[in-house]
C-alpha cells in the first residue's frame, strides 16, 4: 500500500510529494529502481515522534543525497521486558509533517508484523562494544538496534545514512558492523543538537514532568563541569569521573545510572595516558531514563 | 593485487581471463562496475579443495548469470578449536584450474587477516535452526557459517548464490538469514553429487585412508534404508531413525555421531504426521567426520 501526503506549501524548492511507503517489499521495489538509476540514498532511521534533532539529521541528509528516506520504526526488539516500547512516543502525522518540511523524499514506517514475521530468528550480535554502558544496563538492546539497522540498510541500500552522536555508543557499535559486514555505506555522525539550557535532545523528553524537565539540565552540567576540569589539566579518569558524578547526584530528581569516562574507540576504561576521553552518563530523572555524553581531546 | 592465469585453451567458447581477486576492497570495486552494467552475478561459496560437486554448483551459476564468482576461503570461525581447520585440505591452483574449467569468471580469495583484522566483533546470530544437529555437534559453526557468508554476499552483491544440499542445515540457516535480513538474494539449492557408490562428495573425503573410504558408503546405505522403509509406509520416526542408525553402526569403522528424522523446514524432531521427513545424519569414520542427508516426502 502507498500512501501520498499533499505537498506542504510552506517549502521552497519543494518539487515532489512526500511518499509514505509501509511494506517491506514495496520500499525494495522502489530501491531497485532508484539505484539502477544511480542516484544517491540518504538514510536517516529513527524511532518516529520526531524533534528538530531529527530535522537536522534529514536536513543533512537532504544536502548530500539525491533521495532522503527516513524510516519510523519503534523496534520491538531493543526494548526490554520491562522498558518503554508500549508508551514510547508514537505521533506518525506529525513526523510525517516534519520529514517533509525537513526534506524527506520517502519515510518508510513498516508494521511489526512485516519487519518480524512469525519463525524471524536471526539477529547480529555485536561485540565488544556492546558489552558496556547501555548495553550492560539493557541487556540485548543492541542486538536488537544492530539487527534493525542492518535490515533497514538492506532495504533501503542507503549511499550514507546518519546517526546523531548523542546514542554514541550505537553510532560506534552501527561503525563496527559497517566495516565488519563489509558493507558499502558510509556513516555520517551528526552533532547532537541541544535545548536552549543544553539539554539532549530526546524523544523521551516529552515523558518529563515541568519539574523533572527542568531537573534534567543536571546531566549537561555534569557533562561541562567534566569539559573545564580536562580544559584545566585534569587527566585522572577517576577524578574526572567522580566531579561529573557529583554535579549529577546533587540533583534531587536525578538517580545516576553509571557516568564513565572511557577510550572514545574501544568504549573500555578511559587509561590516564590517552589524548581523548568519552564522558558518558545514563540517568534516571524521575521514572525517566536519559543519556548523554561528550567528547574531551587535545 | 590482480593476478591473471592464462585462460585453459580447453574450454570451447571461453572468451575471458579467469580473474583472481585476493583483496576485500579490490572485489567491492569490481562489482561497483559490474552492477552499474545491469549484470545478474552468481556466486558460489567455497572453502576451496574443490571436486566435482563444486563443478556442478558453478555450472548451474553459470547457466544462470552474467557473471560467476568462486569464493575460496577457509574460514577459521566456523571451526571449532579442536577442529580440522589447519589440516583442512588447501589446493589453490587446482581449484583454480577446476573453477575456471567449470566457467568461473572471477576467484575471490582473500587471506583471513583481510577478512577478519584486528578488532572484528560483529556476529551473525542464527537462531533455532541452528541449535540441534551440526550446531549441538559444533557449537558456534554457524555463527561463523552466518557471518562469513553474509560477508561475503555484501562483498560480491549477488543476484543469486549457490549452496550444496549435502549441507542441509547450512542451506536452511542461510535461506533464513536472507528472508530475515531482507537480503535481495536468491538462495538456489543444488542437489549431492555423490561418488558410483553413493558417498557423497566432500573436501573431508580425501581424509580418509582406503579401508575407510570404503566403509564410509555407510553412510548413504543408512539413508537408503530409511527411504526405503519410508516408501514402504513406515512413519514412526523413532523406528526410521533407528532402522538408519543400525545400518551405520554395523559398520565397524564407523562411530554415529548423531541420526536424526526432523522437520525440513524447522529441523526440530519430525511429529508421525508429517508429509516429509529429512533423515540427516554425522558419522565418524575414523577420525574423519562426514555428513550426509536425505528428504523424503509423499
Redesign the interface.
Known amino acids: 500500500m502507498w500512501l501520498t501526503l499533499r505537498r506542504a506549501d510552506f517549502r521552497e524548492n519543494w518539487n515532489r510529494l512526500l511518499e509514505i511507503i509501509d511494506v ?1 517489499t514495496k520500499i ?1 521495489g522502489a530501491i ?1 529502481d532508484l539505484s ?1 538509476s ?1 542516484k544517491t540514498i540518504g538514510l536517516v532511521p529513527t524511532m518516529g515522534a520526531l524533534h528538530e534533532a531529527h530535522a537536522s539529521l534529514i536536513r543533512q541528509a537532504r544536502q548530500e543525497n539525491d533521495i532522503v528516506i527516513v524510516s519510523v520504526f519503534v523496534n520491538p526488539t531493543q526494548f526490554g521486558p520491562s522498558e518503554d516500547f508500549s508508551r514510547y512516543p508514537r505521533a506518525f502525522e506529525e513526523d510525517c509533517q516534519i520529514a517533509e518540511a525537513a526534506g524527506t523524499d520517502i519515510v518508510f514506517a513498516p508494521a511489526a508484523s512485516d519487519v518480524y514475521p512469525e ?11 556492546a558489552d558496556r554502558l547501555e548495553g550492560a544496563s539493557r541487556p540485548g538492546h543492541f ?1 536488537g538496534v ?1 539487527t534493525i539497522v ?2 533497514l540498510f ?2 533501503t541500500q542507503p549511499t550514507r545514512a546518519y546517526f546523531g552522536c548523542k546514542d554514541y555508543q550505537q553510532l560506534k557499535i552501527i561503525q ?2 559497517v566495516k ?5 555505506i558510509e556513516i555520517v555522525p551528526v552533532p547532537t543538537v541541544r535545548e536552549a539550557d543544553g539539554l539532549a535532545m530526546s524523544s523521551r523528553n516529552r515523558y518529563l514532568s515541568l519539574p523533572e524537565r527542568l531537573a534534567a539540565v543536571c546531566l549537561v552540567l555534569g557533562l561541562r563541569a567534566g569539559q573545564e576540569v580536562w580544559a584545566n589539566g585534569e587527566r585522572d579518569p577517576r577524578k574526572l569521573q567522580a566531579i561529573v558524578q557529583n554535579i549529577v547526584t546533587a540533583q534531587p530528581l536525578a538517580r545516576v545510572d553509571y557516568v564513565a569516562i572511557v577510550d572514545p574507540e574501544t568504549l573500555e576504561d578511559a587509561k590516564p595516558s590517552q589524548s581523548s576521553y568519552l564522558i558518558v552518563l545514563a540517568v534516571y530523572i524521575g521514572k525517566t531514563r536519559l543519556i548523554d555524553n561528550v567528547l574531551v581531546e587535545k
Chains 1, 2 share one sequence.
Open positions: 517491506p525494495q531497485r539502477q544511480g519463525g524471524f530468528q536471526t539477529y547480529v550480535s555485536p561485540g565488544d562494544k542486538n544492530a542492518l535490515k538492506n532495504l563496527q558492523m565488519d559486514f563489509d558493507l558499502a
